[in-house]
Nanobody
Framework: QLQLVESGGGFVQPGGSLRLSCAASGFTLDYYAIGWFRQAPGKEREGVSCISGRDNSTFYEDFVKGRFTISRDSAKKAVYLQMNTLKPEDTAVYFC?????????????????WGKGTLVTVSS
């Protein structure tokens, strides 16, 4: 059974950092595009960042460029999202999702597998 599990969420003050992890079980993440999405209370799910399955190229939405970094560790079957200079508007549940052999960006409806999410709260 293919599963994705997110971890690393928590409470942080504005300007702080968190690193989210997306771990795979039942499959290797190689050749999968992995996207990070988020959903804030009362808002629709939105894409944040993505790492491609074909060439490992990366994609960032404008509102996280220069602050977030996505990376892949094939040996650990994990993808990470390093989030720096966090803002209150980054507060949301963060989800990782995967689709095989795709290049980023991939819209949420194009993703095949989803984790259950991890909550990030940025507040003073």
């Amino acid at each position: 059974q293919l599963q994705l599990v997110e971890s690393g969420g928590g409470f942080v003050q504005p300007g702080g950092s968190l690193r989210l992890s997306c771990a795979a079980s039942g499959f290797t993440l190689d050749y999968y595009a992995i996207g990070w999405f988020r959903q804030a209370p009362g808002k629709e799910r939105e894409g944040v960042s993505c790492i491609s399955g074909r060439d490992n190229s990366t994609f960032y939405e404008d509102f996280v460029k220069g602050r977030f970094t996505i990376s892949r560790d094939s040996a650990k079957k994990a993808v990470y999202l390093q989030m720096n200079t966090l803002k209150p508007e980054d507060t949301a549940v963060y989800f990782c999702a995967a689709v095989y052999w795709a290049n980023c960006p991939v819209p949420y409806y194009g993703m095949s597998y989803w984790g259950k999410g991890t909550l990030v709260t940025v507040s003073s």
